[in-house]
C-alpha cells in the first residue's frame, strides 16, 4: 500500500495510506494522500457541500465569545477551521487519545486544549462551556438523548454540520439503526431528540445532494470508510444551531 502509485490506490486504500503515513512520519508526509482520498471517496458534489457547511458553522461560532469545545473532534476538520477562522479559545474532545495525539502534532496546542472524554460524559461543569460544536459527530454517537441531554448539561448553544437522511430511504434507515444511529437519521427525528432534550434546534442551512456509499478497500478485506449510506442515496447537508 505505501509503495503503490497513488493512481492505483482506491479512496479506502488512500486514505488507510494516508493514516499509516501521519502515524509513521507526521501529517505532512500524509497531506498528498488524504487530498486524492477525498475526491476518490466523495462526489464534488457532497465535497462541495459538506465545505459549505463548515464554512457556515465557522462563521457563526465567530460571532460568539468564550471557550468553544468540538464534540467527537475525529480528524480535526472543524477545528483547524476553528483555528483559523475565529479568535476563540478551542476545546478539542474525542473518545480516542491517538486520534487526538494525531491532531495536536498537526494543530499544536496554541489556543487549543485536548482532552480525552466521549461525548456522553464530559469533563465540565454545568454550564461552563459557551457553545460546542461538532462535525458529523453527533451522527457517529450511539444514543442520541443521552448526547443530547449532557451536551445540553455543559453548554447553552450547539452548532453542528449534520446529514439528514429522506424519511422513506427504509434501507439507509435501517442501516442506521443497525449502527445504533438512528435516532438523529431523518430530519424530524433529530428535532424532535434535540427537543426531549431541552434545546431549541432549528436547520441553519441546507443542501440535498446526491450521495455514494463509499468504496471497499481492495487491500484490506471488510475495511469500509463510512458506513453511511450502505445504499446510493438523497441526503441533506446541514448545520443544525440550537439553544438552550
Known amino acids: 500500500m505505501l509503495e503503490s502509485p497513488l493512481d492505483e490506490l482506491n479512496g479506502a486504500d ?81 473518545v480516542s487519545e491517538t486520534v487526538l495525539g494525531r491532531v495536536r502534532a498537526r494543530l499544536g496546542t496554541e489556543r487549543i486544549e485536548y482532552i480525552v472524554a466521549d461525548a456522553r460524559t464530559l469533563p465540565f461543569e454545568d454550564g461552563s ?57 431523518t430530519r424530524d427525528a433529530a428535532l424532535s431528540a434535540f427537543a426531549a432534550a431541552g434545546w431549541s434546534a432549528a436547520v441553519d442551512l441546507e443542501r440535498e445532494v446526491h450521495a455514494e456509499p463509499t468504496p471497499a478497500s481492495e487491500l484490506v478485506p471488510g475495511v469500509v470508510i463510512d458506513g453511511l449510506p450502505a445504499m446510493p442515496a438523497s441526503v441533506t447537508w446541514s448545520v443544525i444551531v440550537a439553544r438552550a
Not at 475526491?39 to 465535497?47: C, F, P, W
Not at 462541495?48 to 460571532?63: N, P, Q
Request: avoid cysteine.
Open 129 to 185: 462551556v459557551p457553545t460546542v460544536v461538532s462535525h458529523l459527530g453527533l451522527a457517529n454517537v450511539p444514543d442520541a438523548n443521552p448526547l443530547l441531554r449532557e451536551l445540553r448539561r455543559v453548554s447553552r448553544e450547539l452548532i453542528a454540520t449534520h446529514v439528514f437522511f429522506r424519511n422513506d430511504d427504509e434501507r439507509n434507515l435501517a442501516a442506521a439503526h443497525e449502527f445504533g444511529l438512528g435516532g438523529l437519521a
Open 14 to 94: 488512500l486514505f488507510l495510506r494516508a493514516t499509516v503515513l501521519e502515524e509513521r512520519h507526521g501529517y505532512a508526509t500524509a497531506r498528498d494522500s488524504y487530498t486524492v482520498a477525498d475526491e476518490r471517496l466523495y462526489s464534488a458534489d457532497v465535497r462541495e457541500a459538506r465545505d459549505a457547511m463548515l464554512t457556515r458553522v465557522v462563521e457563526l461560532v465567530a460571532r460568539g465569545d468564550g471557550r468553544v469545545a468540538d464534540i467527537a473532534t475525529g480528524r480535526g476538520t472543524l477545528l483547524e477551521r476553528l483555528l483559523e477562522g475565529t479568535e476563540r479559545p478551542l476545546v478539542a474532545t474525542d
